[in-house]
C-alpha cells in the first residue's frame, strides 16, 4: 500500500511540474524568435520574447522583427500583446506592420493630448510599463489609459490614436506568414526601458481561442506548445491500472 501511495505522488508532481512547463506570457525566452506561446486561456501566439533596450529619447527607435515561414494559415482576427518595461509610458510610439507595408500606429504617447496638452499632463502617462494587448474588441482606447498602479497600461484596449477598433482588422483575410515588423520609439529624455516581449495572437473573428486556423502552430522553430496536463493524467490512470492488475495476480496465487 505505502508503494502505491509513493507511486502517486510521484506522477502528481510530475503533473505538477508538467503543467508549470506551459509558456505564458511572463516567461521570457532568450532564444532567438520567433516562438509558439500559449497564453492562459490556450490562445496560441507567436512572440518576439529577446528583451530588447528603446534608445532614449530617439524618434527612429528601435525596430524588432517577427519572420512567419509560409504556408501558414489565413488571418481572422488578429490582436498584438505589448510588453514593454518603461518608466513613462507617455514617451513611447509604437507602429505594426508586414512585408514592408505601411505602419500601422497601435500606441503614439498615451495620455499626451495633441496640439497643446491640457494643465498636469504636458508630457503625457506618467507611469510604469505596459503589459496590454491591442485588440479591436477592447472596450477603451489605449490612448486614454493610465491607471496608478504598476503596469501603468495593463488589459484589453482598442489601438491608435484617435482608437479605431478595425485598427487590426488591416490584416484581415491575408496570411499570417511574412515578416512583422514592431518598431517603438521614445519621444522625450530622461527615461528609459526596455521591449520584454510581443506577441502576434491568431484567432477567430470575435477573440476566439485561434485553435480554428492553425496560425500558432508554424511560427516558432521549436513547433507548438501543447499542454501537457493531459499526457500526466493518462499516465496516472495506467500506473492505477498496473498497480490493480499486479495486486489481483498475486490475490490470484495466493
Known sequence: MRRIVVVLLVVLLGCGVAAAQIKDPD????RTGPENFRLDGGQDAICFAIPTNIPDNNPAGVTTTIDIPCPDSTIEDLDLLL??????????????SKDGGAPVVVL?????????PPPGSCCGCSGDDIDATIDDEGATGVEDECAA????????????DPATNTLMAT?????????W???VSDGAGADTGFITQWCLVPGTDGGGDGAGDGAGDGGGDGGGVPST????????????LGSSAYFLRRKATN
Open 171 to 179: 490584416w484581415d483575410g491575408s496570411d499570417i506568414c511574412g515578416s
Open 108 to 116: 503614439d504617447r498615451p495620455g499626451l493630448q495633441p496640439p497643446l
Open 27 to 30: 516567461q521570457i525566452d532568450q
Open 181 to 183: 515588423a514592431l518598431n
Open 149 to 160: 498602479g504598476t503596469p501603468t497600461i495593463q488589459g484589453a484596449f482598442i489601438g491608435g
Open 83 to 96: 510588453q514593454i518595461s518603461h518608466t513613462w509610458v507617455g514617451d513611447l510610439t509604437a507602429t505594426l
Open 229 to 240: 496536463t493531459g499526457i500526466g493524467v493518462i499516465v496516472l490512470m495506467l500506473l492505477l
